[in-house]
């Protein structure tokens, strides 16, 4: 299993780090965990993780890689089931939550939309055939 190499500083004390330790593995933990709960191990480069059907490489670079290609509303909604998670602990008023803040970003993008292509300039219509030259009579 993967793990992040920490290293020790000269200036830090043993009891620093043995904390040092326990918060990277506790990052690492909770970065493992939320890939898993994504299931970025169904696109995984990596043939471990697909077979173990879990995070079980590098899951800070596959975070970042996968996290980055997610669409934003699928965000959002994990945004604002995260944050209905500090309040609560039911699993309804956490998805109400998500949905809540992916309707606000829906909203807010198609206002935002409408702005823009109010604020758009005219585009002219484009002629199916250029207009047929006329006939210029010229007298010596």
Same mark, same amino acid.
């Given at each position: 299993m993967f793990q992040t190499k920490v290293t020790r500083r000269d200036?830090?004390? !043993?009891?620093?780090?043995a904390a040092g330790v326990r918060q990277w593995r506790r990052d690492d933990a909770q970065k493992r965990r939320f890939n898993n709960m994504m299931g970025f191990w169904r696109t995984c480069e990596k043939p471990l993780c697909r077979r173990k059907h879990s995070c079980a490489d590098d899951m800070h670079a596959c975070y970042q890689a996968k996290w980055r290609?997610? !669409?934003?509303?699928?965000k959002e909604y994990v945004r604002g089931m995260i944050l209905a998670s500090k309040d609560t602990r039911s699993s309804e008023a956490i998805r109400a939550g998500g949905l809540a803040r992916l309707e606000s970003y829906l909203k807010t993008k198609e206002r935002m939309e409408t702005m823009d292509a109010a604020n758009a300039a005219p585009v002219a219509p484009v002629r199916e055939a250029p207009p047929e030259p006329t006939a210029r009579v010229r007298r010596l």
């Open positions: 200036w830090q004390t !043993p009891e620093q780090y290609a997610t !669409p934003e509303p699928v």
